[in-house]
């Protein structure tokens, strides 16, 4: 039995993943359940109705939790039939033969987990184009999120599931804790699926979110700080410079440091790299201040 475990906050794009995902499910070999864990208040009644044959799971967070997508993803795991668990985002398009090559990783190949590949519909020189590249030219991943993951539930009950005390960043520590278990993330880049980031002010708050759950995770995750300047090394340099821009009253020069940053970054989109990190950067020194 594969489960395909969707979580969803008031995204109408879910009826069209659910549609994709229902047609590629019927081509599978093996038995497929389809489960959507809803915290929409039954604002996306509608699309429950458009599928019947789902599992849909209506999901009312724990007092005091602002941001429930932790809980969401345990609580449709463990609701789960299935011993392969595949995730897909709200909003998210499969293309091609998405379900059965990260089928196929597990149930074929004897994988545990297995990571596939988000592109934008229409594919440019992005700073997601970057990821893209990373996933592409390996076999293996250090980490991966949960809008194209697939992975066996003894994996799952190893862990204990998603560490629900991050709003944000449970998928990152998810993947660094199956690594720390002795389980290996197989990318299959042929396993894509389309996701739509957004507006650029979108993707800014994304990127200020995503920058303070990486000192949320280094928090927990205090082995890996050594490790920082050669694995992670925009977490310590945006910081470093949005501290010193007072200097800038004194050394007028010192905003050209981005130009270092900005030339490597010439073929991803500079406006767009440099704002995503100085974002990220602005999240992990917010973290840090909260401490």
Same mark, same amino acid.
């Given at each position: 039995?594969?489960?395909?475990?969707?979580?969803?906050?008031?995204?109408?794009?879910?009826?069209?993943?659910?549609?994709?995902? %229902?047609?590629? !499910? =019927?081509? &599978? *070999?093996? /038995?497929? #359940?389809?489960?959507?864990?809803?915290?929409?208040?039954?604002?996306?009644?509608?699309?429950?109705?458009?599928?019947?044959?789902?599992?849909?799971?209506?999901?009312?967070?724990?007092?005091?939790?602002?941001?429930?997508?932790?809980?969401?993803?345990?609580?449709?795991?463990?609701?789960?039939?299935?011993?392969?668990?595949?995730?897909?985002?709200?909003?998210?398009?499969?293309?091609?033969?998405?379900?059965?090559?990260?089928?196929?990783?597990?149930?074929?190949?004897? %994988?545990?987990? !297995? =990571?596939? &590949? *988000?592109? /934008?519909? #229409?594919?440019?020189?992005?700073?997601?184009?970057?990821?893209?590249?990373?996933?592409?030219?390996?076999?293996?991943?250090?980490?991966?999120?949960?809008?194209?993951?697939?992975?066996?539930?003894?994996?799952?009950?190893?862990?204990?599931?998603?560490?629900?005390?991050?709003?944000?960043?449970?998928?990152?520590?998810?993947?660094?804790?199956?690594?720390?278990?002795?389980?290996?993330?197989?990318?299959?880049?042929?396993?894509?699926?389309?996701?739509?980031?957004?507006?650029?002010?979108?993707?800014?708050?994304? *990127?200020?979110?995503?920058?303070?759950?990486?000192?949320?995770?280094?928090?927990?995750?205090?082995?890996?700080?050594?490790?920082?300047?050669?694995?992670?090394?925009?977490?310590?340099?945006?910081?470093?410079?949005?501290?010193?821009?007072?200097?800038?009253?004194?050394?007028?020069?010192?905003?050209?440091?981005?130009?270092?940053?900005?030339?490597?970054?010439?073929?991803?989109?500079?406006?767009?790299?440099?704002?995503?990190?100085?974002?990220?950067?602005?999240?992990?020194?917010?973290?840090?201040?909260?401490?």
């Amino acid at each position: 039995m594969i489960s395909v475990v969707v979580i969803s906050k008031d995204e109408p794009d879910l009826d069209e993943t659910l549609a994709a995902v %229902e047609a590629q !499910a =019927a081509e &599978l *070999a093996q /038995a497929c #359940e389809l489960i959507v864990v809803d915290a929409s208040e039954g604002r996306l009644e509608w699309v429950r109705r458009r599928h019947p044959a789902v599992r849909w799971l209506d999901y009312g967070p724990p007092p005091g939790v602002r941001v429930s997508i932790p809980h969401q993803r345990n609580h449709g795991v463990r609701a789960a039939a299935g011993e392969v668990i595949v995730f897909i985002d709200a909003g998210c398009r499969p293309t091609g033969d998405w379900l059965a090559r990260m089928v196929a990783a597990i149930a074929d190949h004897g %994988e545990e987990v !297995a =990571a596939g &590949l *988000a592109v /934008a519909p #229409e594919q440019t020189h992005t700073h997601y184009q970057l990821e893209v590249e990373r996933v592409r030219g390996s076999q293996y991943l250090e980490e991966a999120p949960t809008l194209n993951l697939a992975f066996t539930r003894a994996a799952f009950d190893a862990l204990g599931g998603f560490d629900e005390g991050f709003e944000y960043g449970s998928d990152i520590d998810f993947s660094w804790r199956l690594i720390d278990h002795g389980y290996r993330i197989r990318s299959v880049p042929e396993a894509v699926v389309e996701h739509d980031w957004g507006s650029a002010r979108r993707q800014l708050r994304r *990127a200020y979110l995503y920058g303070r759950a990486r000192a949320r995770l280094y928090k927990k995750h205090t082995k890996r700080r050594s490790r920082i300047w050669r694995d992670d090394p925009v977490v310590l340099v945006y910081p470093a410079f949005l501290l010193g821009l007072p200097l800038t009253a004194v050394y007028p020069l010192y905003p050209l440091l981005l130009l270092i940053p900005a030339w490597r970054a010439r073929r991803y989109g500079v406006a767009g790299v440099l704002a995503d990190h100085l974002a990220y950067g602005a999240g992990v020194l917010s973290a840090l201040v909260a401490r």
